[in-house]
């Protein structure tokens, strides 16, 4: 394995389709000079899924898929049959894709089998494609645990908040997200009455910070609105997730 992320993207470019089959643990490579961890698996057409841990932030990218400059809404499901919605942005590299929440992400990953991930029907450009996951995720816990993710979260399990924050008849509208070179900042709330309760930081070295507390109370106790054509009772006790950096958040349910 190459010895970062950048190292290890590839410039193929591959339409939709299924990679092939992975036995054992994921490839893993580590520098403690640099304070890096790698976590890999490479696929016969080209496609590579890459977690890695440098000095403290966390980084997942998929590459190989189709060329693209928009942000990806992502429809995932596990062979378990576990679903999840998911980011991914597009980075530098031609079809190289960076998650917005790497540690959440990473998770679903483990277990291996087939990873399937489908753009939503309302994304700009159709893109689809199924991994076959390694076996084992060993190695891609210790990545996990280098840069202090839990391996479990309970609110991997709840379903994803079809609500917004956007009163009936206005629209958020947030400036173009930039990915931050730090660990994403993301904070998660549960839905209660339509209002954001319960709201923590997913990442434990986060949750002590001032960021993370103001973010809380920024974000906390918030009023939410049922998403068109959704029923507002399927929200009460679903997860809602925040993602900042310095300058922009990313309110995921929407």
């Not at 389709?17 to 698996?41: C, H, I, K, N, Y």
């Not at 609500?163 to 709330?189: H, L, M």
Request: proline share 7%.
């Amino acid at each position: 394995m190459k010895t970062a992320i950048a190292a290890a993207v590839c410039a193929v470019l591959c339409s939709a389709g299924q990679a092939a089959a992975q036995d054992s643990d994921w490839d893993f490579f580590e520098d403690p000079a640099r304070e890096l961890t790698q976590a890999a698996v490479q696929y016969a057409g080209g496609q590579t899924i890459a977690a890695q841990c440098l000095q403290g932030g966390l980084t997942l990218v998929i590459t190989g898929l189709p060329e693209g400059t928009e942000m990806l809404r992502m429809s995932a499901t596990r062979a378990d049959g576990r679903s999840a919605d998911q980011i991914w942005l597009p980075l530098a590299e031609a079809g190289t894709y960076r998650s917005t929440s790497p540690g959440r992400e990473a998770r679903f990953m483990r277990g291996g089998g087939a990873y399937d991930i489908r753009t939503t029907e309302s994304a700009p450009a159709s893109v689809s494609a199924t991994f076959d996951l390694p076996s084992l995720s060993a190695n891609l816990d210790r990545v996990l645990t280098a840069c202090g993710w839990a391996l479990e979260d309970d609110r991997d399990l709840l379903p994803e908040a079809t609500v917004t924050i956007d009163p009936p008849g206005r629209r958020y509208q947030a400036p173009p997200y930039r990915p931050p070179p730090v660990p994403e900042r993301e904070v998660s709330c549960i839905v209660r009455n339509m209002q954001l309760r319960d709201c923590r930081a997913d990442h434990p070295p986060y949750a002590n910070t001032g960021r993370a507390r103001s973010l809380i109370r920024f974000i906390g106790g918030s009023l939410v609105y049922a998403l068109p054509g959704t029923d507002p009772a399927a929200a009460e006790g679903s997860v809602y997730r925040v993602i900042a950096n310095n300058q922009v958040l990313i309110m995921v349910n929407r």
